[in-house]
């Protein structure tokens, strides 16, 4: 074709001003690929973090205080939404932990070790001891344990709801990455909270869920409410419950793609006014082109040909060198506390390909609308 050989032609003719193009769209991608991905990855980090080793969808009764019966109805509905992973019926109750002069407040869940490690996976993030509720053992979080001096095998004293006083074993410490949870939270089997609280043994404080996509919880919270089994039954979800993080997260998306919007306006900015440039230098050779014979669209297809190598070759480097900042990224932050692995979406880094393949050809339309208005003869007598 002859526009592309021209167009070929053009480029190795001018190699620093190609090279400097397509890497201006290198850089772009690049910094497209990176930081969408490192956006991405930071929301999933905060995320599980925060909720995810924890109840995204909670099932309790209206009224405070009153048991929440698991009924076969209630579990067939809630195991019927097809996003709902997993269904824990709990019984949650205070208690204070006393020692000495010393005293703390703790929040006990109470239920089955393997079901509650659906969830919270406390078998998973034992830093000691073993993972074991029993009758009369408790797992407890290790700033809790920190503080108090207690280990594995060690008898705690606890006042209940009750007043009553009760002698729990340490079978276990967690640590779940947040010290808020890690001194607050404690582990205990259901039929002990259950004596507890008194329930028989359909009875539970609320039934606890997760979801596949966290982003869903409010659909299924919808969707659960209007089933007849969880008739006057209270069903609220994590994003109700937590709209600041909400909120955070969604600003962090917002701020992302005003960036990559940015990236991208200067990226195509750039490559119009070289390729414009570019068509000025090349005056007198399409002048001298369209006047042997070459028309206006083939002269014109000689700039989206130029547009379409730089676009190409340098959204395939940027991607390269997106994707190695992610690797470099995640390799530095393996051992680190503070970061955390990036990984690459295979969907996004194809998008933003094409679009900056899209953003280079777009970028044509100016200089090829120029060439189209050439008069050759003008060209010529111009010199």
């Known amino acids: ?6 167009a070929t032609r053009f480029l190795r003719k001018s190699p620093v001003q190609s090279i400097l193009i397509a890497a201006g769209i290198a850089v772009g991608i690049g910094v497209q ?12 980090s905060l995320v599980d973090q925060t909720i995810g080793n924890s109840p995204q969808v909670v099932v309790q009764a ?9 009924t076969p109805q209630l579990k067939q509905a809630m195991e019927a939404q097809s996003q709902i992973t997993t269904v824990v019926p709990t019984r949650a109750y205070s208690a204070i932990f006393r020692s000495g002069a010393e005293s703390a407040p703790l929040q006990f869940t109470g239920g089955a070790l393997d079901q509650l490690d659906t969830i919270y996976d406390i078998s998973g993030r034992l830093v000691a001891g073993k993972a074991s509720l029993a009758a009369g053992e408790v797992i407890v979080g290790k700033d809790f344990a920190d503080t108090f001096g ?9 006042v209940l709801p009750s007043g009553k006083p009760a002698k729990l074993v340490v079978s276990g410490v967690f640590d779940f990455g947040s010290a808020a949870a890690n001194s607050v939270t404690a582990f205990v089997s259901g039929d002990d909270a259950a ?11 609320a039934v606890d869920a997760q979801v596949q996509d966290v982003f869903s919880s409010e659909q299924v919270a ?8 969880l ?12 709209a600041d993080l909400l909120s955070a997260l969604q600003s962090q998306s917002s701020s992302s793609y005003m960036i990559q919007f940015f990236v991208l306006v200067a990226v195509a900015l750039g490559i119009a006014s070289t390729l414009a440039i570019s068509a000025v230098q090349k005056t007198r050779q399409i002048g001298i082109l369209k006047a042997m014979g070459m028309r206006d669209r083939q002269s014109g297809r000689i700039f989206f040909w130029q547009a379409l190598i730089l676009g190409v070759s340098g959204a395939a480097v940027g991607v390269a060198a997106g ?5 470099l990224f995640t390799f530095l932050g393996r051992n680190s506390d503070s970061l955390f692995p990036i990984t690459p979406q295979v969907g996004f880094v194809a998008i933003s390909f094409v679009v900056g393949v899209l953003v280079a050809v777009l970028s044509s339309l100016i200089p090829s609308r120029r060439t189209k208005k050439l008069d050759p003869i003008e060209v010529i007598q111009g010199g």
Not at 62 to 70: L, W
């Open 1 to 6: 074709m002859l526009s592309f050989r021209i």
């Open 150 to 158: 207690l280990k594995p095998g060690d008898e705690a004293t606890f």
């Open 62 to 70: 209206k009224q405070d205080g009153q048991p929440v019966a698991f």
């Open 33 to 44: 690929v990176f930081l969408g991905s490192l956006i991405t990855s930071l929301q999933t």
């Open 195 to 205: 004596t507890v609280l008194g329930l028989s043994s359909d009875q539970y404080t």
């Open 231 to 242: 008739n006057g039954l209270q069903v609220t979800e994590w994003q109700a419950e937590n």
């Open 323 to 327: 994707l190695g900042l992610i690797a």
């Open 222 to 229: 919808s969707d659960l409410r209007a089933e007849p089994a």
